[in-house]
């Protein structure tokens, strides 16, 4: 006789019976609410606009707050009963207690998320594991009219009622569960499979019928195939909960910050209750809101790091970007994430924690090995659309050839439902496996926050060492570092930049915060370096904790969703406003500080600072007169009285129409505005390629998101703006044309200069930009044959083709370049400057940035603003290493700083703080030491070679001693023998100063 067929769909019916009969309603709670549209503390949680409430009820609008109050009465027919509140507003919702604090998050069922990584939904409230009858239900919580991802649920009471909960039930539940899961992974032929389906039937055959002593039954039947273990193991995965939180994306930061403590607090309550549960949590920043919005929660989670249960995690601030930020911003994400975890917890965080951010700078591996950062963690490169990145565990080596063991999670997630499917993708999908014992599992509902729910905890307990599964122990992310560093000669080494393919959009969009960023990070520097001269000489205290508010701040928009532009339009609203505000009160502290060291030096009428490590000239007026002055290294120039003025009278200056000349470049325009030649004079040579035209201000159509353009936007119809008006001028040692275009209902002013004696020509454009899905470029086709540009990224630059011959270099088409990007031969090249772009493309021989692109996701606003950027062209002699490309690219950054004193002096005065003898080493900053008044300076190499400079300070010094970038000492150095460095090679010096 043949046995009875088991069909899967009859075992998951029994599946759905049982979890309908885990709680069982037994009357309602009485709901109230106080609605706010913003949220207001514990103290005025009264204060809203007052509803009652029943299932079905709207209580609010996306992004309304309100305090809900829910009361109510154990029925006496409870007793000895499980009672569980269910609770279900349509949002968020975090319950606290008698004083306010935090104590569990809910989540809406019906949230967005990935359903095939879970279930969002947080519902179950515990109140006593055997009721008396009669307890009083008195509850309130604090609620946000949104889901987990910033959407809109109706605004409306789903459930708040008082439930009992079967726990034999709901242990039998993840019996099944995670069996039924494990024999559907399993192949059709296996023991196994047919062992636990066979087990799995006999208690479907058992539960026809519903009571305590049948599902004692049945779970003692599934004892048996739960019970069986692995012999030997090949691979051993470990797990650790994780609540991924954006600091701002589809929500405003306000959100951010109630999130945290919904997460969080759900966090801590079931590290109560799974004496087994290892949790993780990167970003100070998270921390620190915490810490200042929710004091005692803080306290708990402090207490269950201490108790190492809780892992602080990820060595920066936030999880920024890191294709925009600057070195120097990277560096301090470091120093402040490395030092906050450092003196809130002792801990010292020894991996970069970074699972979703959209390329990867390969300056990181140095920056982080300089930190005394042993690892990195990420999963994004899983979303490549064109090549699978060929490992999950490598060696990332990048520029300068520091190496960083790197570990991406094979379950391509951060949000693991820790489900028997979870851990065969992981057996399946390890590309490392043959070699590597050891992976990680990252389980949780992410994104949103709200972290690993119940779900996840009952499948761990049950998949410890499951035969069938490979083993999964709950540990911290560094002891499975550790564990995998064991086999480190193994594994192989990926060189130079991690390219996500996917989100090429993020270069461009939300371009004032891309500008805003650029400025500040320019604007801080020279602060610092200001602020130290005032503090060497005694003049003013240095403004150490407004700097490191400031710079704080900074650090929170360079947020992976933020400084892309991938965020709603709340964020970039309220971002805006602090950008505006830090970057006036950094202007008038920079105002300040060279005021008061003109003061003290002695100088008056104009004084003239420059900032970068050599040389340059600036063309002054005084009294309609124009004068070229050079100003010395990291110093002054403070103009005479009695200084001889040039005569302009033979300037070979020529602005017309359709010609635009100075002593080096004559720029010759098509009727349309756009540029037929740049001719360079002196070394006699043609830039722009024959029949071409240049500056081609193009218009695409750009029907994606904030993330993403179309792939093949080149191929489709594109547009060019219409010329309206040319006008020229001559203006002292500047010639310049002004075109301004129309395209729409955008309009774009360009003013084309040239200054005597530069090579460089600036396109210095303002547009009012109202177009909707379009992107706007500009492309230079050159008379330039290379099969590769060399891009400015932090600390140096990097390599990249200039063909499409492979899938990895066809992915790459849209690349990232901070302040220059060139094209060169051996004996020749141009760069294409900006001030403030990061989005570029080099095929052939043209040159291509992208300047703007507004597209209508998630912010159906974005970019339809005014607009202020300059890029420039700049041919050079030589390669762009004999060109000084990066010295013009500071140069078109940094602007020359003056100040104004009453009086005057009869003759010049300069002089410089710090200079540089040697080539090829920039001085990226200078600032006082984070823990005591010595100074700081940080220098880096340009060109990729070895190379020695000597450092000579205009101060009085005691001693001086090489750091890592946290400024611990490595070695003592002797001023007057050269620095050598390696290529790309960062150093960083604390000079004690008399």
Known sequence: MPYEQIRLEKLHRMKDFIEANIYKEIAPLRTEAWVTKEPVSFTEKETGHYLTLAAGDKWGELWDCAWFHFTGEVPSSAHGDKIVLLIDVNGELCIVDHAGTPTQGLTNVNSEFELALGKPGKRVVEVTDQALGTEQINIWADAGCNDLFGHYRSGTLKEATIASCDEEALALYYDVEVLLELAEQLEDDAVRKARILQALYDVSLLLVDWSPDLIKQARHILAVPLGKQNGDVELTISAIGHAHIDLAWLWPIRETIRKGARSFATVLRNLEKYPDYIFGASQPQLYQWMKVYYPKLYEQIKQRIAEGRWEVQG?????????????????????????????????????????????????????LQQANIDYVMTQKLSWSEYNDHPHHTFYWQGIDGSKILTHLPPEDTYNSPA?????????????????????????????????????????????????????????????????????????????????????QGTLTSQARNKRFNRLLEIALRELEFAATLTMIKGIKPYPANELDTIWKEVMLYQFHDILPGSSIGRVYEESLERYHKMLNQVERWIEEHYQALSRHLGLSGVTFFNSLPWSREKWVSNHDNWKKITLPPMGYHSLGEAANMDDLAKSPLRAEPELLENDILSVSFQPDGTIRSIYDKENQRETIAAGSSANQLTIYHDHGDGWDFPSDYRSTIHMQPELLTVQCHTEGPTASINHIYQYGNSTIEQSICLTLNSRRLDFKTKTNWQESNKMLRTSFPLHIRSTHVHCDIQFGYMERPTHRNTSWDFAKDEISAHQWIDMSEPNYGVALLNDCKYGHRAEGNELDINLLRSSGSPDPEADRAEHAFTYSFYPHQGDFIAGDVYKEGYELNVPVRSTELEGAQQNNNTSSFVQIEGNHVMLATLKKAENDNDIIIRLYETSGSHSQVQLLLNIDVEEIIETNLLEEPKQAIDLGQPIRFQPFEIKTFKVKWE
């Open 419 to 503: 489900a028997p499917r979870s851990i065969k993708k992981i057996e399946r999908e390890y590309y490392d496996k043959n070699i590597s014992e050891h992976s990680l599992m990252l389980f949780g509902i992410g994104d949103g926050g709200g972290g690993p729910g119940q779900e996840h905890l009952e499948r761990l307990e049950r998949e410890k060492n499951l035969l069938g599964l490979s083993p999964v122990v709950q540990e911290t992310s560094i002891e499975f570092f550790d564990k995998l560093a064991v086999s480190a000669d193994q594994y192989k080494t990926w060189v130079g930049e991690l390219y996500l393919e996917k989100h």
């Open 315 to 367: 060595g920066m601030w936030v999880e920024p970007d890191s294709n925009i930020p600057s070195g120097e911003s990277l560096v301090r994400q470091v120093i402040h994430g490395k030092r906050f975890f450092a003196d809130e917890f002792g801990k010292d965080v020894r991996t970069l924690w970074v699972p979703d951010i959209f390329g990867y700078s390969p300056t990181l591996p140095q920056i």
